[in-house]
């Protein structure tokens, strides 16, 4: 037997990893608990690195999830600049960038995706940047900075949650800001198209220049560094810094290269499982097998169920019920809340009043409620969750009269 017998290894120390470790240790694992990251710092929080931490509104330090301390305390060994190189399915072992191999009795994988980059003309130029990690939200924050200073304008590929968040942020500090968005409307794949024109506005009426409907075909660049971006109706939009916001791609080179099924992302069941019972995915690496194909869902939400999950499984206690997936967004004075799954709906039905700032959009699928979507609505957010999570679905009339409340429409 080796010393390390009895160990549960966790490969990647952010959002499902830091939960599927305190999840085994408050749920009795007895064996050691090691949790591998190959950044040199965390776990920490991501979404403020496009938002408050951005802004200037929080400090760094609070950004840290859990102190080295605290989780010593759990009995948790945090290994920071680890990165695992590969699996040994045959051995339950992984082997870590140094050559030097870990055994575990269970393995949770938990490594995140990485920012996709784009492949254009110029792409490679100083000041052509992503966000994903805490390392490149501080190189962002400086090129701001700079961008503020120069008066040198931003520019975001990709009118995504990410791209839009940072175009906010970067208003606040004072930074000219162009948007330019491939598909015809923004939050394409997230929002119906109602939302997506309120949010076009929304960042028109700050003075973000929003194109929709156009590609970008080359970054043009000056002595090494970016000067603007070109776009397929001929026009240039003038840079001093871009940034890439097309989406992040699921680490999954591990479990692929152990012969674990990728979508791409790693496939899962619903209890976070894969085909190997002693390997479970959690978090934004993972995509969970559904009727006809897989879903894939990167939320702080999604991270901590399937953490709890993979915790469960390897302690062979039964998982709790799934709930209501749910996630935000701050864009301005804009707090987005979505709860449940909106894809495929058919029908939007609008609760309040969007000029006034604050809604909420219903999606239903045929006549069944599948997520609501509200605006500064944090009350029809909370009432949307308990309604889903009871499948409950409310009359489109009733819920579209607001002076009827949500919370009797529960029967
Ligand atoms: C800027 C930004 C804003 C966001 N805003 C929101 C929001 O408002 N609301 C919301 O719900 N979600 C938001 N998200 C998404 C949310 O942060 C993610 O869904 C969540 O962090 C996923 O957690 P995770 O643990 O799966 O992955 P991660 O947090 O990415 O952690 C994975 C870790 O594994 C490490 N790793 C990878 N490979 C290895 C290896 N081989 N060995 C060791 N370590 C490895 C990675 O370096 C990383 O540290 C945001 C994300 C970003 C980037």
Same mark, same amino acid.
């Given at each position: 037997m080796s010393a390390d017998d009895g160990a549960a290894l966790i490969v990647g120390a952010g959002q499902a990893g830091l939960q599927a470790a305190e999840s085994l240790r408050a749920g009795g694992w007895s064996g050691p608990v090691v949790l591998l990251g190959d950044e040199d710092e965390g776990p920490y929080h991501r979404p403020p690195l496009s938002k408050a931490w951005l802004a200037r509104e929080v400090e760094a330090a609070q950004l840290t999830m859990r102190a080295r301390a605290a989780l010593e305390r759990k009995g948790i060994e945090l290994r920071n600049g680890t990165a695992v190189r590969a699996i040994r399915r045959e051995r339950h072992a992984v082997e870590l960038a140094d050559g030097s191999e870990l055994r575990y009795r269970g393995l949770v994988l938990a490594t995140g995706a990485t920012a996709r980059r784009i492949d254009l003309p110029g792409a490679q130029a100083r000041g052509v940047v992503v966000l994903r990690t805490l *390392?490149?939200?501080?190189?962002?924050?400086?090129?701001?900075?700079?961008?503020?200073?120069?008066?040198?304008?931003?520019?975001?590929?990709?009118?995504? #949650?990410? $791209?839009?968040? !940072?175009? *906010?942020? %970067?208003?606040?500090?004072?930074?000219?800001?162009? =948007?330019?968005? %491939?598909?015809?409307?923004?939050?394409?794949?997230?929002?119906?198209?109602?939302?997506?024109?309120?949010?076009?506005?929304?960042?028109?009426?700050? /003075?973000?220049? !929003?194109?929709?409907?156009?590609?970008?075909?080359? &970054?043009?660049?000056?002595?090494?560094?970016?000067?603007?971006? *070109?776009?397929?109706?001929?026009?240039?939009?003038?840079? $001093?810094?871009?940034?890439?916001?097309? /989406?992040?791609?699921?680490?999954?080179?591990?479990?692929?290269?152990?012969?674990?099924? +990728?979508?791409?992302? &790693?496939? =899962?069941?619903?209890? %976070?499982?894969?085909?190997?019972?002693?390997?479970?995915?959690?978090?934004? +690496?993972?995509?969970?097998?559904?009727?006809?194909?897989?879903?894939?869902?990167?939320? !702080?939400?999604? %991270?901590?169920?399937?953490?709890?999950?993979?915790?469960? /499984?390897?302690?062979?206690?039964?998982?709790?019920?799934?709930?209501?997936?749910?996630?935000?967004?701050?864009? #301005?004075?804009?707090?987005?809340? =979505? *709860?449940?799954?909106?894809?495929?709906?058919?029908? !939007?039905?609008?609760?309040?009043?969007?000029?006034g700032g604050a809604f909420s959009a219903f999606l239903y699928r045929g006549d069944a409620l599948a997520a609501v979507v509200s605006i500064n609505a944090p009350q029809d957010h909370m009432a949307a969750r308990k309604l889903l999570a009871a499948g409950r679905s409310p009359a489109p009339q009733r819920v579209a009269d607001a002076t009827l409340p949500l919370a009797a429409m529960m029967t």
């Amino acid at each position: 037997m080796s010393a390390d017998d009895g160990a549960a290894l966790i490969v990647g120390a952010g959002q499902a990893g830091l939960q599927a470790a305190e999840s085994l240790r408050a749920g009795g694992w007895s064996g050691p608990v090691v949790l591998l990251g190959d950044e040199d710092e965390g776990p920490y929080h991501r979404p403020p690195l496009s938002k408050a931490w951005l802004a200037r509104e929080v400090e760094a330090a609070q950004l840290t999830m859990r102190a080295r301390a605290a989780l010593e305390r759990k009995g948790i060994e945090l290994r920071n600049g680890t990165a695992v190189r590969a699996i040994r399915r045959e051995r339950h072992a992984v082997e870590l960038a140094d050559g030097s191999e870990l055994r575990y009795r269970g393995l949770v994988l938990a490594t995140g995706a990485t920012a996709r980059r784009i492949d254009l003309p110029g792409a490679q130029a100083r000041g052509v940047v992503v966000l994903r990690t805490l *390392a490149d939200a501080r190189h962002l924050a400086a090129a701001l900075e700079g961008c503020a200073t120069s008066g040198q304008p931003l520019v975001i590929i990709g009118g995504g #949650f990410i $791209g839009l968040e !940072v175009a *906010a942020t %970067a208003r606040k500090l004072g930074v000219e800001v162009a =948007v330019v968005e %491939a598909a015809p409307r923004l939050l394409a794949g997230a929002l119906p198209p109602q939302l997506s024109e309120w949010y076009a506005g929304l960042h028109a009426a700050h /003075g973000v220049r !929003v194109s929709c409907g156009v590609a970008p075909v080359a &970054i043009e660049t000056a002595d090494g560094a970016v000067s603007g971006v *070109a776009l397929a109706d001929g026009s240039v939009l003038p840079a $001093g810094l871009v940034l890439v916001g097309v /989406g992040a791609a699921p680490n999954d080179a591990l479990a692929r290269e152990a012969g674990l099924e +990728c979508a791409p992302g &790693i496939v =899962v069941d619903a209890q %976070a499982r894969t085909a190997d019972p002693a390997i479970y995915a959690a978090g934004d +690496c993972a995509v969970r097998r559904v009727d006809g194909g897989v879903l894939r869902l990167q939320s !702080v939400f999604n %991270a901590v169920e399937q953490g709890k999950l993979a915790a469960a /499984g390897l302690l062979g206690q039964s998982p709790t019920a799934p709930g209501v997936p749910w996630f935000w967004s701050d864009q #301005f004075d804009a707090r987005l809340q =979505v *709860a449940g799954l909106g894809g495929g709906a058919d029908a !939007v039905v609008l609760r309040g009043d969007p000029a006034g700032g604050a809604f909420s959009a219903f999606l239903y699928r045929g006549d069944a409620l599948a997520a609501v979507v509200s605006i500064n609505a944090p009350q029809d957010h909370m009432a949307a969750r308990k309604l889903l999570a009871a499948g409950r679905s409310p009359a489109p009339q009733r819920v579209a009269d607001a002076t009827l409340p949500l919370a009797a429409m529960m029967t």
